[in-house]
Antibody
C-alpha cells in the first residue's frame, strides 16, 4: 500500500522556523516527484513547493520563495520542508503529495499554527 | 499564475440526481505534449483530498464511472451522475501545465 506520513507540525511564533517531514512507503520513492500542498483553516488548497524524483529540480510558489526549502533523501524515502521566517498566513495543514502532473497520493497532513 | 474559477461554489443535490461543476482556466491547459493537465479532486469532510480524474477525463483507479470529465482548452466540467450520500465534500480542479500549480476555489456538495 502506498502511504505518506507527515510529521513536524507545531505551534510556532511569527518569524520562527520549523521543519516538516514526510516518510513514504509502498513505492519506488526516487522515481516520483513530490510536493507540499497546504490548506489554511476553512480555505482551499494551495500548492507550496515541488521537487523532482532525482532532487535536481525544486520549485516554489511565490510566497514560499526565499523562506521555504524543499528537499528529499531518497535513501530514506523522506521528503522535507524547511520553513523559515514564518508568518501568520502560513497557518495551515500541510500535505505531502506524490505525483505530477496530478497528485495521486496524499498524506493525512500535519498542522502548522503560527501564533504569538 | 493561471487562475481557475469554479462554479458554482456550493451545490445541494438530491440522491439519485445528477449535477455538474464547471472549472474555467485563465489560460489554455493544453500542453505541448498534446495532453491537457487538468485534474479533479474530492475532499470529504475531515479527510485528505483524493484524485478523481486526471487529464480532464481519465478516472483514477477505483473511481466509479458516475464521475466523468469533459472539456478542452480553458473550459472543463465534472459531472456526477446518480449522486450518493458518500459524494459529499468539496471538489477542486487543479491545473498542472504551468508552475505554480493552482487549484480552483472549491465547490461544496451537500445532499438534500
Amino acid at each position: 500500500e502506498v502511504k505518506l506520513l507527515e510529521t513536524g507540525g507545531d505551534l510556532v511564533q511569527p518569524g520562527g522556523s520549523l521543519r516538516l517531514s514526510c516518510v513514504a512507503s509502498g513505492f519506488t520513492f526516487s522515481n516520483h516527484a513530490l510536493s507540499w500542498v497546504r490548506q489554511a483553516p476553512g480555505k482551499g488548497l494551495e500548492w507550496v513547493a515541488g521537487i523532482t524524483g532525482d532532487a535536481q529540480g525544486a520549485y516554489y510558489a511565490d510566497f514560499a520563495k526565499g523562506r521555504f526549502s524543499i528537499s528529499r533523501d531518497n535513501s530514506k524515502s523522506m521528503l522535507y520542508l524547511e520553513m523559515k521566517s514564518v508568518r501568520l498566513g502560513d497557518t495551515a495543514v500541510y500535505y505531502c503529495v506524490e505525483g505530477g502532473p496530478y497528485f495521486d497520493v496524499w498524506g493525512q497532513g500535519t498542522r502548522v499554527t503560527v501564533s504569538s | 499564475d493561471i487562475a481557475l474559477t469554479q462554479t458554482p461554489l456550493s451545490l445541494s443535490v438530491s440522491p439519485g440526481q445528477s449535477t455538474s461543476i464547471s472549472c474555467t482556466s485563465s489560460q489554455s491547459l493544453i500542453h505541448t505534449d498534446g495532453k491537457t493537465h487538468l485534474s479533479w479532486y474530492l475532499q470529504k469532510p475531515g479527510q485528505s483530498p483524493q484524485v478523481l480524474l486526471y487529464e480532464v477525463r481519465n478516472r483514477f483507479g477505483g473511481v466509479p464511472d458516475r464521475f466523468s470529465g469533459s472539456g478542452s482548452g480553458t473550459d472543463f466540467t465534472l459531472k456526477i451522475s446518480r449522486v450518493e450520500a458518500g459524494d459529499i465534500g468539496t471538489y477542486y480542479c487543479m491545473q498542472s501545465i504551468q508552475l505554480p500549480y493552482t487549484f480552483g476555489q472549491g465547490t461544496k456538495l451537500e445532499i438534500k
